[in-house]
């Protein structure tokens, strides 16, 4: 049955759905918002941003005025992301810093091929499974010392940037560095959601001197300066990473943790290396979508697009209950595969070729009921991933070079450990390792988490056609999926695929060891109709109301027929696409 808000708690936008629902339940046109276009779909916020020499989206508007800048100044598109993930540390502490990981799929104009960075960070040497089991941890806690991890995104800056930078890193972070220390003024939605982020961090050593104003969030438009941050940033600009892993910035991490119950030591943090891998992809109607292998869970969007591929989603149309049901279920199908399957490599032979292969949706579909809304699907609590916040970013130079870039602390603004003096916080990657044993994602020393953030890609003949990547969490695969036939299934443009109404569905089995056993939940956004979610309802699924589960989209297209760029950053985020 359908969620209904109680009193306690009631915004104006759950006011606003439950209003809508009432009038579409009698058959009544719903109250909408002045928003006629003369052009493209009704929910569509505006239009795509088309240029000719350049292109960047990202989800902070002075972020992707720096990235445009860094090109105009003859950087490339991966300078700009650099400069722009820098900045957005700075500008949006809710969703990233140099604290948390990174991932990117680069394409290189120059050999015509898609490169793939990890830059994930490993569990402390010095803590193991057995100590979490011996001092009464049934999981690994959310916030404090004990999920972090060693942070990879410095790490990652500087692979990027030796493999395929143009300017001197100094001139990269410049930047970032002036804003950190003449501020800037705070944005909407990240004012929300610092805001919301300060009572499960408070208690942490640093953070109410580093990321508050005498206890409180900065608000919306209020100036906000971090001349810490700043400091940080000039020593890594100066002197590269090893001052952040193998020197002051390491030992000033190391001495903290250690003082305040931590295990991550300075040995964690000089060992520390990113990965060069290969993208794996599937094809998708003459696409071929790419994700990066585990850690991370982008090749469930590829098993979803697999499940999909037979199936005429055309012709079912956008948003009707047969194309949302089949989504739905392919969503729930390939996310037990992720909960027992996706780890770190390294520590486990995980069989992603035979995955992601179409034989195996074949028979993995065969599960699927078009009528009826399956319970559980063979093979790993509630979402344990809903609340977690990421900034995505993507650009594209006049070379041809695109980036598709995703950086997170995990759980928005992380553990709430806060170094003295440095201006960052450090991620809690950690609390994704599950305690059981035996399981692929079980915790062990010196072993990468299983990671939710995924940047992606799609070309067409070879050639690069579409750099985006959704935020969100355990949102984010099933994100990609809507993204990637809202372009090809229902022929949206690259703006439009952002702004269509999203679902979203959680309690999936997942890779912390919880299962799904009633079916799991379905977040509908508004502007699905009330006949199809009432179908919905009868095949089974449960429906509910909510308030921002839907991931934040940025993405960049490329139309060769007109050599020019496509941009699109949608509205629920602060983002801008931006170009030249």
Same mark, same amino acid.
């Given at each position: 049955?359908?969620?209904?808000?109680?009193?306690? =708690?009631?915004?104006?936008?759950?006011?606003?759905?439950?209003?809508?629902?009432?009038?579409?339940?009698?058959? /009544?046109?719903? !109250?909408?918002?002045?928003?006629?276009?003369?052009?493209?779909?009704?929910?569509?916020?505006?239009?795509?941003?088309?240029?000719?020499?350049?292109?960047?989206?990202?989800?902070?508007?002075?972020?992707?005025?720096?990235?445009?800048?860094?090109?105009?100044?003859?950087?490339?598109?991966?300078?700009?992301?650099? *400069?722009?993930?820098?900045? /957005?540390?700075?500008?949006?502490?809710?969703?990233?810093?140099?604290?948390?990981?990174?991932? *990117?799929?680069?394409? $290189?104009?120059?050999?015509?091929?898609?490169?793939?960075?990890? *830059?994930?960070?490993?569990?402390?040497?010095?803590?193991?499974?057995?100590?979490?089991?011996?001092? =009464?941890?049934?999981?690994?806690?959310?916030?404090?010392?004990?999920? #972090?991890?060693?942070?990879?995104?410095?790490? =990652?800056?500087?692979?990027?940037?030796?493999?395929?930078?143009?300017? !001197?890193?100094?001139?990269?972070?410049?930047?970032?560095?002036?804003?950190?220390?003449?501020?800037?003024?705070?944005?909407?939605?990240?004012?929300?959601?610092?805001?919301?982020?300060?009572?499960?961090?408070?208690?942490?050593?640093?953070?109410?001197?580093?990321?508050?104003?005498?206890?409180?969030?900065?608000?919306?438009?209020?100036?906000?300066?971090? !001349?810490?941050?700043?400091?940080?940033?000039?020593?890594?600009?100066?002197?590269?990473?090893?001052?952040?892993?193998?020197?002051e910035i390491a030992h000033t991490i190391a001495d903290?943790?250690?003082?305040?119950?931590?295990?991550?030591?300075?040995?964690?943090?000089?060992?520390?290396?990113?990965?060069?891998?290969?993208?794996?992809?599937?094809?998708?109607?003459?696409?071929?979508?790419?994700?990066?292998?585990?850690?991370?869970?982008?090749?469930?969007?590829?098993?979803?697009?697999?499940?999909?591929?037979?199936?005429?989603?055309?012709?079912?149309?956008? =948003?009707?209950? $047969?194309?949302?049901?089949?989504?739905?279920?392919?969503?729930?199908?390939?996310?037990?595969?992720?909960?027992?399957?996706?780890? +770190?490599?390294?520590?486990?032979?995980?069989?992603?070729?035979?995955?992601?292969?179409?034989?195996?949706?074949?028979?993995?579909?065969?599960?699927?009921?078009?009528?009826?809304?399956?319970?559980?699907?063979?093979?790993?609590?509630?979402?344990?991933?809903? &609340?977690?916040?990421?900034?995505?970013?993507?650009?594209? +130079?006049?070379?041809?070079?695109? #980036?598709?870039?995703?950086?997170?602390?995990?759980?928005?603004?992380?553990?709430?450990?806060?170094?003295?003096?440095?201006?960052?916080?450090?991620?809690?990657?950690?609390?994704?390792?599950?305690?059981?044993?035996?399981?692929?994602?079980?915790?062990?020393?010196?072993?990468?988490?299983?990671?939710?953030?995924?940047?992606?890609?799609?070309?067409? +003949?070879?050639?690069?056609?579409?750099?985006?990547?959704?935020?969100?969490?355990?949102?984010?695969?099933?994100?990609?999926?809507?993204?990637?036939?809202?372009?090809?299934?229902?022929?949206?443009?690259?703006?439009?695929?952002? $702004? *269509?109404?999203?679902?979203?569905?959680?309690?999936?089995?997942?890779?912390?060891?919880? #299962?799904?056993? $009633?079916?799991?939940?379905?977040?509908?956004?508004?502007?699905?109709?009330?006949? #199809?979610?009432?179908?919905?309802?009868?095949?089974?699924?449960?429906?509910?109301?909510?308030?921002?589960?839907?991931?934040?989209?940025?993405?960049?297209?490329? &139309?060769?027929?007109?050599?020019?760029?496509?941009?699109?950053?949608?509205?629920?985020?602060?983002?801008?696409?931006?170009g030249y």
């Amino acid at each position: 049955m359908l969620h209904k808000p109680t009193l306690s =708690g009631f915004t104006p936008r759950k006011l606003t759905f439950c209003i809508t629902l009432a009038f579409l339940s009698l058959g /009544l046109p719903a !109250p909408s918002q002045a928003a006629d276009r003369v052009t493209g779909n009704p929910f569509v916020t505006r239009s795509e941003v088309i240029a000719t020499e350049a292109m960047v989206a990202s989800s902070q508007p002075l972020a992707s005025q720096i990235g445009l800048n860094i090109l105009k100044k003859g950087g490339n598109a991966i300078d700009a992301a650099i *400069a722009m993930n820098a900045a /957005l540390g700075l500008m949006e502490p809710t969703g990233n810093g140099m604290g948390g990981d990174l991932f *990117a799929i680069v394409w $290189d104009a120059k050999s015509q091929n898609l490169y793939g960075l990890n *830059a994930s960070g490993r569990s402390p040497l010095g803590l193991t499974r057995e100590w979490f089991i011996e001092n =009464g941890h049934k999981k690994i806690p959310a916030y404090g010392p004990l999920p #972090v991890s060693v942070p990879g995104a410095v790490d =990652g800056w500087f692979e990027l940037h030796q493999r395929f930078g143009s300017l !001197p890193m100094a001139d990269i972070l410049k930047p970032a560095i002036n804003y950190a220390r003449k501020g800037f003024p705070v944005s909407e939605l990240i004012a929300y959601y610092w805001n919301l982020s300060i009572p499960a961090r408070k208690q942490y050593p640093g953070f109410l001197e580093q990321y508050t104003i005498d206890g409180r969030a900065p608000k919306t438009g209020e100036i906000w300066k971090n !001349p810490n941050l700043a400091n940080t940033l000039e020593k890594i600009a100066t002197s590269g990473r090893d001052v952040f892993y193998k020197d002051e910035i390491a030992h000033t991490i190391a001495d903290y943790m250690q003082a305040n119950g931590g295990f991550l030591s300075y040995e964690d943090l000089s060992l520390h290396s990113s990965e060069w891998i290969t993208p794996v992809s599937t094809s998708y109607r003459g696409y071929d979508v790419w994700e990066l292998p585990p850690n991370g869970q982008g090749i469930a969007a590829l098993q979803i697009l697999n499940i999909l591929e037979p199936h005429d989603l055309k012709k079912m149309g956008f =948003g009707s209950a $047969d194309s949302l049901h089949l989504m739905l279920e392919a969503k729930k199908i390939a996310y037990e595969d992720r909960a027992k399957f996706y780890a +770190d490599p390294a520590f486990n032979k995980i069989p992603v070729e035979m995955l992601i292969s179409k034989y195996y949706a074949e028979k993995k579909a065969s599960l699927l009921d078009m009528k009826k809304a399956a319970k559980s699907y063979p093979s790993g609590d509630p979402e344990v991933l809903r &609340d977690g916040d990421t900034i995505y970013l993507t650009t594209a +130079d006049k070379d041809g070079n695109m #980036v598709s870039l995703i950086q997170s602390n995990y759980r928005g603004m992380g553990s709430g450990m806060t170094p003295p003096g440095l201006g960052f916080i450090l991620q809690d990657r950690g609390e994704l390792f599950t305690l059981e044993e035996g399981h692929f994602n079980s915790f062990e020393a010196g072993k990468r988490p299983f990671h939710t953030i995924i940047p992606a890609f799609i070309t067409r +003949d070879g050639k690069p056609w579409v750099s985006f990547g959704l935020m969100g969490g355990g949102m984010q695969p099933q994100g990609h999926v809507q993204i990637v036939t809202n372009l090809i299934d229902f022929g949206m443009n690259l703006q439009e695929a952002g $702004d *269509a109404p999203r679902w979203h569905h959680y309690g999936s089995s997942q890779p912390d060891g919880g #299962v799904m056993k $009633d079916g799991g939940t379905v977040n509908l956004e508004t502007g699905f109709d009330y006949k #199809v979610i009432r179908e919905l309802m009868r095949r089974g699924h449960k429906i509910e109301y909510a308030n921002g589960p839907y991931g934040g989209y940025q993405a960049i297209l490329k &139309d060769p027929a007109n050599d020019v760029y496509y941009g699109a950053s949608e509205s629920r985020k602060d983002g801008q696409a931006a170009g030249y």
